[in-house]
């Protein structure tokens, strides 16, 4: 099996790396080895890869500073999928690419399904909901949140970070949904290409959480671990009390339902994914 994986230096692209099977040939770039702005670059990489998958880990992320780069996330959230699919459909190749719950509102009164109508409310989320159509029927597209794992760039370690630096922190209550340790998200996306899975799907770990309650959470197994020597006060406020360039859904709890009976898992609760991250994190120093 020869693979493409994309953004090999994120978190999600790490833990993909961590546990690809041993006789597939994987080619991972980054973004220093391959631009996704470049639709055409990102087209002839793969057409002349031939590749029997891409895993497509990266994205824009940067939430807030895509309402002024909305078109540089199009390129890199939208085109470059476009491009890929292209290519891999010339070729006979397939596509694996992750999405995000950022497509939906946040207006449903419960988790949302994969076949849920979509209703973006911010440019990141926007340029997400085009990579999934640019994407194709073929490919599959699993949508996740919240992700996160040891020695990554995530909420966990800035709440580490803060916890140390301060006494008090103040963390919106008011957003819903559940965290994604990489490394889960990671085998669900393995597990999804060798079923030859195809369509729409979703992951996060298990059980329901506001940004407040993984933050609490953050700090309870945070001390417990010793990774936090004091005492750190944790105030819940609003969405409007911390006011952001981008709207952000406040209900956003995926229904990974779906993903479970095709893969024959359930994956654990989020608390018991923060409590194994942190103690990695605990090892790194």
Known sequence: MKVLLTGSNGQLGQALLAQVPANWQVDAVARADLDLSDSDAVYERVARGGYDVVLNAAAYTAVDKAEAEEELAM???????????????????RLAHVSTDFVFDGTSPRAYRPDDARNPI???????????????????????????????????????R???????????????????????????????????????????????????????A??????????????????????????TPASRPAFSLLDSSATRAVLGDRPP??????RTMLKEEKTLG
């Open 122 to 160: 911010s440019a990141y989320g926007r340029s997400k909901a085009a990579g999934e159509d640019a994407a194709g029927e073929d490919a599959i597209v699993l949508r996740t949140a919240w992700v996160y794992t040891a020695g990554g760039g995530n909420f966990v370690r800035t709440m580490l």
């Open 162 to 216: 803060l916890m140390r630096e301060r006494e008090e922190l103040r963390v919106v209550a008011d957003q819903i949904g559940a965290p994604t340790w990489a490394p889960g998200l990671a085998a669900t996306l393995l597990g999804l290409v060798a079923k030859q899975a195809r369509g729409t799907f979703h992951h996060s770990d298990a059980g329901v959480a506001s940004w407040y309650d993984f933050a609490v």
């Open 269 to 274: 609760h989020w608390r018991v994914n923060l």
């Open 218 to 243: 953050i700090y309870e197994e945070g001390r417990a671990l010793g990774l936090l020597e004091r005492d750190v006060a944790i105030v819940p406020i609003p969405t409007s009390a911390y006011p």
């Open 75 to 93: 390129a890199v959230n939208a085109r470059a999928v476009g491009a890929m699919a292209r290519a891999l459909g010339e070729t006979g190749g």
